[in-house]
């Protein structure tokens, strides 16, 4: 298995993306790159940019949370391989990085990528540029600087005096003068896999944070005579590391911003775009309007006209064009057709799937619900477990009974029927086409094509029985009125 991975061809690197570590910094029980950026995993952004720059084989180094993380490194790449290595202890980004080549074969002897998961501004351009660079000098060791205002915790660049790379310096070890070098390490690496394996080998812990220090290889390298890069990047902002809440929330609205503006380019309008959050897998169609106080999470698409106007959280749904979304509207993983018109105050839930031309009203609730082509459901109702024809009208308050404490059962409705307002269908059940319930029915038994089905009580009157049923209370008066 082991020699098929990794064999260079061309112009190909191997990547390793640094994802074991805790985060000591989030204050959090869950592992850094586990929390959500987005809409997604902190780790899917920096993973998708290296899978779309070429990278192959790409190793995920985990160990904290190993499980979830691999399972969020394969959520964001579904059908991509992946290798993975587990770095069994955390004790540093150079221990990660070695274990992290003992995932590639033996005998690889490209170029390897190493970046740290959590980058999430990455940009496959920048990575395609890196590696051009990187080649073009032939150098053994490149690495992404940029020029910041305050280094912070950033590793500091030291040059000599002919302006070579000698060292990067971790913030935390680093001399007053050293710490004001506007120069900072991003966290981005290419190396050639001999030199890799030989400088990871020779890492030392004397530091600070006792750790293996990824970053020392440049001094190795410089030791060693060999020739080291760093390439200047122009936009700090596409590789600042996530080390803080404080610095997920400002990267989470540099996102959500970006997803905005590419939007707005597009020809959808925002109303407020402070108040929106769309994730940046949702593909809208232009001449779209959302209007405030809107979450489109997932893999949402929408067609192009229809109209948000605000307060909707819509997760992995499909609209239609041409639809209106009224205020309120909640809808995950279900389908809208076009030109329907759903709220105010709807709940869809996963599994609804509206042909188009439908009417979903207020305080409505849908689940598992196959809905034909016109059909309506204007007020308060339940409908789950249904498959319902077309052209057909529920009516106010028409409920699926469709749990019997233990199991879910299904409730068919054909087209063009009229179910009247206050009908319970108790499920298991199937109503024919053409039908008209009465209000007020409930259907216990199967209905067949264009009937009339009712079970009222008949109605029965008492002539005067409010006189005595006040005398019964004595109360001649004639009535109660605000004295309760
Ligand atoms: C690192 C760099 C620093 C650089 C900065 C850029 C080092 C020593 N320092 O610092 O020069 O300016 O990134 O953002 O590399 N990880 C492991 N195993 C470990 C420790 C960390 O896999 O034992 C992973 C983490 O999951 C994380 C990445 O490595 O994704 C970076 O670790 P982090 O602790 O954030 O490094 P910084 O202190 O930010
Ligand atoms: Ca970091």
Redesign the pocket.
């Known amino acids: 298995m082991k020699s098929t991975r990794g064999q260079q061809t061309g112009d190909s690197f191997a990547a390793i993306l ?4 805790l ?1 000591t910094r989030m204050r959090s029980a869950r592992a ?2 586990l929390h959500e950026l987005a809409g997604a995993p902190m780790i899917a952004r920096p993973l998708s940019a290296i899978a779309a720059s070429g990278a192959d084989p790409i190793v995920v ?1 985990v ?1 904290y949370q190993a499980d979830l993380v691999r399972e969020a490194a394969a959520a964001a790449l579904p059908g991509r391989r992946l290798e993975f290595a587990l ?1 069994p202890e ?7 990085a070695r274990i992290g080549m003992t995932a590639l074969a033996p005998d690889y002897r490209g170029d390897v990528l190493i970046a ?4 999430p501004m990455l940009s496959p351009a920048s990575l395609v540029k890196f590696a051009a660079d990187h080649r073009r000098n032939d150098a053994v060791l490149s690495f992404i600087s940029v020029i910041v205002k305050d280094g912070g ?3 500091r660049v030291v040059r000599d005096a002919d302006g070579n790379v000698c060292a ?1 310096v ?1 913030a935390r070890d680093a001399s007053a003068a050293e710490r004001a070098i506007p120069e ?4 981005v690496y290419l190396a050639r896999a001999e030199f890799l394996r030989a400088a990871l080998a020779d890492l030392k812990c004397d530091n600070a944070q006792r ?1 293996f ?3 020392d290889i440049v001094a190795i390298a410089r030791g060693r005579g060999l020739k080291v890069r760093a390439c200047l990047a122009s936009d700090p902002s596409e ?1 600042a ?1 996530v ?1 803080s809440r404080q610095e997920l929330a400002s990267m989470e609205a540099q996102i959500r911003n970006q997803v905005n503006d590419r939007l707005m380019a597009s020809g959808v309008t925002l109303v407020d775009p402070a108040s929106v959050y769309i994730s940046d897998q949702a593909e809208i169609a232009a001449d779209v309007t959302i209007g405030p106080n809107v979450q489109i999470l997932g893999r949402c698409r929408i067609g192009e006209g229809t109209l948000i106007e605000g307060t909707a959280y819509l997760s992995d749904v499909e609209v239609g064009p041409r639809c209106h979304l009224k205020i309120g509207v909640r809808a995950e993983e279900c389908r809208i057709g076009e030109e329907s018109e759903i709220g105010p105050f709807a709940n869809l839930r996963a599994g609804t799937d509206l042909e188009g031309h439908n009417r979903i009203g207020n305080f409505v609730e849908t689940k598992k619900a196959k809905i034909g082509r016109g059909t309506k459901a204007s007020h308060l109702s339940y409908l789950g477990d249904a498959t319902i024809g077309r052209d057909t009208n529920i009516g106010c308050g028409v409920i699926t009974v469709n749990y019997d404490g233990y199991d879910k059962h299904q409730t068919q409705i054909g087209d063009r029927c009229m179910i009247g307002c206050d009908t319970q269908l108790v499920a298991p059940i199937k109503v024919g086409s053409d039908v008209y319930v009465a209000s007020g029915t409930t259907i216990i038994r199967e209905v067949n094509d264009g009937a009339l089905v009712m079970s009222h009580h008949p109605q029965r009157e008492k002539p005067g029985w409010i006189e005595s049923w006040r005398a019964r209370h004595g109360d001649a008066s004639g009535g109660k009125s605000g004295d309760r």
């Open positions: 640094l994802a074991a570590g985060g850094k790159v180094v160990g770095q955390l004790r540093g980004t150079g221990d990660s740290y998961g959590d980058m915790a950033y590793g990067i971790e900072v390490n991003t966290g750790e220090y990824l970053t590789f590391g080390n």
